[in-house]
């Protein structure tokens, strides 16, 4: 089945030791997003590529930053995490940046700041 | 800016009964997307239904349908025949209708669903 696919579920780093998050998607669209969601809260969109194009949020911290090597995989790097960084982490993806277009979610890493 | 409010923060039903979630949306633009998500406990966020600003008929799909007042700014979310599957958060999100650039979902925060057997 076509999905987005997120590797690993849960990861635990310590303090201030960089990690990376990975997302994959068998869908081929083109867009894939990264949003950070805080318990009971709402996800909030960090960045998108799409396609090969970057966009960053206004408010989204220095120290997240994301790769996307080619169409399925997209990484998010967390340079120094904080405690504040703990978070499930959601990657999406959609055909394109259409408002009609729906985004498929992956099913989240939940990182752990030691 | 648009905002998304959803004003409950829990809500619960017994199986077999219908639930309606509210949401409500503050934009000056005029065409637009509305949808409901579903977030069962540990698992993915899925599409549970969609809505076009400018489609006057209200979107259905099985179990769920909407209530959309377009001039209150209200999108309601009503489950008929509730199910124990049906538990989980519920975002209601917007999305404008541009074309090109970046046209992000605004999510609200949420509603929790608890399904009562």
């Known amino acids: 089945d076509a999905m987005v696919i997120q590797n690993p579920r849960y990861q635990v780093t310590q303090f201030g030791k960089p990690v990376t998050l990975s997302c994959s998607q068998t869908l081929n669209h083109n867009v894939m997003y990264w949003y950070q969601q805080k318990s009971s809260q709402a996800p909030k969109l960090l960045f998108h590529?799409?396609?090969?194009?970057?966009?960053n949020e206004a408010d989204t911290p220095d120290n997240f930053q994301s790769r996307r090597p080619n169409t399925s995989f997209c990484f998010l790097d967390i340079r120094s995490p904080g405690l504040g960084d703990a978070a499930m982490y959601l990657c999406?993806?959609?055909?394109?940046?259409?408002?009609?277009?729906?985004?498929?979610f992956g099913p989240g890493t939940r990182l752990t700041v030691l | 800016a648009q905002t998304v409010t959803q004003s409950q923060p829990e809500m619960s039903v017994q199986e077999a009964e219908t639930v309606t979630l509210s949401c409500t949306y503050d934009?000056?633009?005029?065409?637009?997307?509305l949808f409901w998500y579903k977030q069962p406990p540990s698992r993915q966020m899925i599409l549970v239904i969609r809505?076009?600003?400018?489609?006057?008929q209200n979107a259905t799909e099985n179990r769920f349908s909407v209530n959309f007042q377009k001039a209150a700014k209200s999108f309601s979310l009503k489950i008929s025949d509730s199910q124990l599957g049906d538990a989980a958060m519920y975002f209601c999100?917007?999305?404008?209708?541009?074309?090109?650039?970046?046209?992000?979902?605004?999510f609200g925060k949420g509603t929790r669903l608890s399904v009562i057997a």
């Open positions: 590529y799409y396609d090969k194009d970057f966009n």
């Open positions: 934009t000056s633009e005029s065409d637009y997307y």
């Open positions: 809505q076009e600003a400018y489609k006057q």
């Open positions: 999406a993806t959609s055909r394109d940046r259409t408002g009609r277009n729906e985004q498929f």
């Open positions: 999100a917007y999305r404008s209708a541009g074309n090109s650039g970046n046209t992000p979902l605004v």
